[in-house]
């Protein structure tokens, strides 16, 4: 039996405190993590903190403007995450 993850929706959030009595803060992930998540496609969304210090759930595609990706043709990048996929 072979089991093929479904995923529709991932939602990432990081969330950090200086100490035990400060405020929780929402981190964006760190370019490893985003390059991890980019295993499951750039609409991946992940929470950022705004200037105006407000939760916000952005797509990883966003966050990544000049991904590498972006210097390959689309075809190629499905046949690369096709490979991925079986490898799961
Ligand atoms: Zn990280």
Known sequence: MKLVPFVKHINLI???????NSP???LSPC??????LRYWGPKVRVGV????KLLKFVPLGELQPFHWTNAYPAEEIERFNSKVEKLR
């Open 24 to 26: 929780f803060k929402v």
């Open 49 to 52: 903190t705004t200037k105006e």
């Open 31 to 36: 370019g490893i993590c985003q390059e991890r």
């Open 14 to 20: 990081l969330m950090s405190h200086d100490n035990e």
